[in-house]
């Protein structure tokens, strides 16, 4: 429990992206700065050393810094720099990190960090202004070290402290699957819409998320302490004793609610009149395998494949993907995996891909896939290969034409025959599918249909292309607007479509996992909702406390609706009162 602060309560409001409460000091995430964890190491002899090595080569790039704005703007310019060699010089402060090092056992950018802080603290609190301008010298000169460590360092960095608020400008999805997240509360952006994917992989976390706080950065501080309410969509900086005690209360009320749906949580998945739903899961990796047990999924509706290549922020080979691959498969205890195939682009970017100037719109999922055979066929061989493992489903992303389609088909039959001319054959025949979020391919569903066995919808991306409104744009979001009655009638004819075809609907954006969209979409005749895995006990509540025949009637009604006010409301009625029953 964080002691109330002395500073002034701030409240802003923002989008709520992942439900929950969380509440601790702030963790500023400053692009450019690396985020550094805490762990044993084996010799601090070794640590000791490094940090020598580091403070020698960040000697070298202050002095030849130093010398390039001498020749270039004159010497009393450069004098900044004298000030930041002083502080290398700092015995006190390096003696202070060796000591550290050697008491607790830590990794040096853990150590050099904490005395670094403690020593930025203490000038910034000094009357003196000159003394003052000290902490700023030693933040610069922590932050040159911190990198070079950074590239001496054998890990990965990354992990904010005893339970704390990551307070960041954006995040991007690579700074999200690479943040190690044990000692995170909460997230909190600036910047980023409800289904921009960072929010998405939030919800995935389980760790309550807010953003689209507009003007955030310009009232948070290092220390301060901030409540964040994912359900509301609420920050509260500072907050006072009385927000918080209000806060324990509404956070004991989420666990009952949430303690009586986990008691159902095993029960069949059949709607009150006895019609079988079906819940899957999405996921990111073999780290997210635990939940399909622990929530009943039926199995995994969407697999995004490219968080392997976000967290290694490289092309990972066949055997890299392999591995992953097979052990979620191993982990599925025989339910489907549904493999999404690369989706990379948008605002998933991987350092070599070229800037562009509308990346949702540019080199991204299937269109890179097809562009690039040999990443395609790499993925293609290591599905392939882990399918033999167990039951796989493959659907393509982005698919806007037939022609598409056809090619990824083709592509994917020609990796099959060069596999089984190796003896790599999988046992089961894979189920095929389209992902269905670009307008043009809802035009001509009733042809894409006929080449697949499954329809995916990515609302996500859907919603955004139909309205032209991007996913991940603060500015925009209140238009970022599933309820417009186009929508609506887009989404009822991908489902007519692929029934008149005998093809399985699915849906796997966000909307799947939403209480307020999960029953409408049942009632326009989805057969599959793939969601965020913590989404499905209310998702699973309110539709085993629902008859098929009222889902289609609400179904119906939502319909014949023209403006998207009304939708919501109905909506609305709907799922609240089948919440109230718990
Ligand atoms: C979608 O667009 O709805 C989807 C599921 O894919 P992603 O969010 O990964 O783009
Ligand atoms: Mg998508």
Not at 79 to 86: R, T
Not at 105 to 113: K, P, T
Not at 142 to 160: A, D, E, H, I, Y
Request: hydrophobic share 40%; aromatic share 6%.
């Amino acid at each position: 429990m964080q002691a109330e602060s002395s500073r002034p309560e701030i409240r802003l409001k923002g989008i709520a992206a992942a439900p929950g409460v969380g509440r601790g000091p702030v963790f500023l995430l400053q692009k450019g700065m690396p985020v550094i964890s805490c762990v044993k190491v084996q010799d601090p002899e070794t640590e000791i050393r490094r940090f020598e090595e580091a403070i020698v080569a960040t000697r070298h790039e202050i002095t030849n810094l130093r010398n390039k704005v001498v020749d270039e703007l004159g010497e009393s310019e450069a004098a900044i720099f004298d000030a930041h060699l002083l502080v290398l010089e700092d015995v006190a402060l390096i003696d202070e990190v060796m000591k550290e090092v050697r008491s607790t056992g830590f990794n040096i950018e853990f150590c050099f960090q904490e005395v670094a802080q403690r020593y930025i603290d203490i000038f910034e609190n000094m009357e003196d202004d000159f003394l003052r301008e000290r902490a700023s010298d030693i933040r610069d000169v922590t932050s040159r070290v911190m990198n070079q460590l950074v590239g001496t360092s054998p890990q990965r960095l990354g992990t904010p402290l005893h339970k704390q608020v990551v307070v960041a400008k954006d995040l991007t999805p690579s700074e999200t699957v690479t943040l190690p997240t044990d000692g995170v509360v909460a997230f909190v952006t600036e910047e980023g819409g409800r289904t921009g994917h960072s929010a998405i992989m939030a919800r995935s976390l389980e760790i309550p998320a807010v953003v689209g706080v507009r003007g955030l950065l310009d009232v948070v501080n290092e220390d301060d302490v901030i409540l964040v309410d994912g359900e509301l969509g609420l920050v509260v900086i500072n907050p006072t004793a009385q927000t918080i005690e209000s806060y324990q209360a509404k956070e004991l009320t989420l666990q009952n609610r949430r303690d009586r749906v986990m008691k159902e949580i095993g029960m069949p998945d059949r709607t009150l009149d006895g019609v079988s739903f079906s819940l899957q899961a999405n996921i990111g990796g073999p780290e997210d395998m635990e939940d399909i047990g622990r929530y009943y999924a039926h199995g995994v509706g969407l697999y995004r494949t490219e968080n392997l290549f976000l967290r290694l922020d490289a092309w990972p080979t066949e055997e890299e993907q392999y591995q992953e691959y097979a052990a979620v498969v191993k982990q599925s205890n025989g339910k489907v995996i549904t493999f999404r195939t690369l989706d990379l682009g948008g605002d998933k970017r991987l350092g070599d891909l070229t800037d562009e100037a509308n990346p949702f719109m540019g080199y991204r999922a299937i269109r890179l896939c097809l562009d690039r055979p040999d990443i395609f066929r790499t993925q293609l061989r290591a599905i392939l290969r882990a399918a033999l493992l167990g039951p796989v489903a493959i659907m393509f992303p982005m698919i806007s034409s037939l022609e598409e389609l056809r090619k990824a088909k083709e592509f994917l039959r020609g990796v099959a025959t060069e596999l089984a001319s190796e003896g790599i054959t999988p046992k089961e025949v894979i189920r095929l599918g389209a992902m269905i979020e670009i307008p043009a391919a809802v035009a001509v569903a009733e042809e894409l249909a006929q080449e697949v066995d499954f329809f995916s919808v990515g609302t996500n991306d859907l919603v955004q292309y139909l309205l032209a409104v991007d996913r991940g744009n603060q500015r925009v979001a209140t238009l970022y607007e599933p309820a417009h009655p186009g929508f609506i009638r887009t989404m009822d004819k991908i489902f007519t479509s692929a029934k008149k075809n005998k093809v399985t609907s699915a849906v796997c954006g966000e909307l799947a996992g939403d209480s307020l969209w999960a029953p409408l979409l049942i009632g326009m005749g989805v057969n599959e909702l793939s969601m965020t895995p913590s989404a499905i006990p209310d998702v699973r509540f309110i539709l085993r406390h629902s008859s098929q025949s009222e889902l289609k009637s609400l179904a119906e009604n939502v319909l014949k609706m023209t403006e998207t006010a009304q939708i919501k409301n109905l909506m609305n009625e709907f799922s609240q009162s089948k919440l109230k029953l718990r």
